[in-house]
């Protein structure tokens, strides 16, 4: 029967070298008592050993998509130079400032010293190292090219992370300003505009049709603001919850973020983009076509296109060319569809899948920027017409007296 897998701590020791020098670091192990054993093994003259603290109020650091890209290139760069596998995850993994990112490559590292091949190892930990990095990291163990694999895996990842961060920044702008007018709003129907209705009150004349129609709504918005705080916080956690939970959600939402305008372009730009640099990597490291097409799918990002990968791999299990299951789609650009015929021809598939990401990364670049800068105007339009119509709206009865005066 499998014994169940004990959990490792980290300890911060301290002690001396063969030599006397004072030396100290961090090990994962499952005591301190453990922990002086393989201490005195390496020759170290153990002073103490204590567990590492946790981090503020028992909360770690979270592991991110970019801790393992740096983790990948660092990798990368190690056995390019000759570094042993188990002395590279040493050296990263005592040198990560994040500490559970520290615990993760540790638990690795000791996985691969304990005769693990380093794909099993992190298979372990699907949560951070997925079915693509996985395979990858099989392929070069199997061909004697994991330096190269990995060399692969850690440009794919930078890749990736870049367009992730450009789709970001083209969510960023607008939804930090539309959230900002929507707090200028509420400060005004809640404490501005309400000194307005009081002081209007006194006047004793009919107010004009916009100024009591904004009136109307800030004695809705006074009388009700406990209701509104609590509807609003509740369909926006809401709706991140279900979305979290719900596939059919995920997909519905997948599916109508492609149609929307200027968005969605930017969206199946960056999805043909990650469709072509996964495919590039994975059969430029020797992955069979099909198989890979499982991997892909699942990087595709969009249920719409991960549907339409996963046919394209059965017909091309039954023997269609790539550049056929493609065409049927009807998803990819005629562009696209060429680029991979020439490359089935010439036998470069992999080189020109390449060149297709990187045209489209370039677009996707251009697409953030262009929206970026048609979006400005737009919000401040917006902006000024929100917030302006409800300064003027409360001025009017002023200047009507004015003019009566």
Partial sequence: MAQAAVKADMFVWEGTDKRGKKVKGEMSGQSDALVKATLRRQGINVGKVKKKPKSLFGIKKKITAKDISVFSRQMATMMSAGVPLVQAFEIVGRGHENASMQELL?????????????????????????ELFVNLVRAGEAGGILETLLDK???????????????????????????????????????????????????????????QMVINM???????????????????????????????????????????????????????????????????AGVPLVEAMDSVAGAAGNVVYGDAITKMRDEIATGQQLQSSMRDTGLFPNMVVQMVAIGEESGSIDTMLGKVADFYEQEVD???????????????????????????????PIFKMGQVV
């Fill in 106 to 130: 540790l638990n690795v590292k000791g996985d691969v010293e304990s005769g693990n091949t380093l794909a099993d190892a992190l298979a372990k930990h699907p949560l951070y190292f997925d």
């Fill in 153 to 211: 895996i850690a440009t794919y990842k930078e890749k990736t992370e870049v367009i992730k961060s450009k789709i970001k920044k083209a969510l960023f702008y607008p939804t930090a300003v539309l959230v900002m007018a929507f707090v200028v709003t509420a400060v005004l129907m809640i404490f501005v505009i309400p000194q307005f209705a009081a002081l209007f009150r006194d006047f004793g004349a009919d107010l004009p049709a916009m100024t």
């Fill in 218 to 284: 800030s004695d809705f918005v006074v009388d009700n603001v406990g209701i509104l705080f609590l509807a609003t916080v509740g369909s926006v956690v809401g709706l991140v919850q279900f979305n979290k939970r719900s596939v059919p959600f995920q997909h519905l939402v997948q599916r109508i973020t492609l149609k929307t305008p200027v968005f969605g372009d930017i969206i199946i730009k960056a999805t043909i983009a990650r469709f072509a640099r996964t495919l590039s990597t994975m059969f430029a």
């Fill in 366 to 396: 251009d697409a953030v920027d262009a929206m970026s800068s048609l979006m400005e105007p737009i919000i401040m339009a917006v902006l000024g017409v929100l917030i302006g119509g409800l300064v003027i709206a409360m001025y009017l």
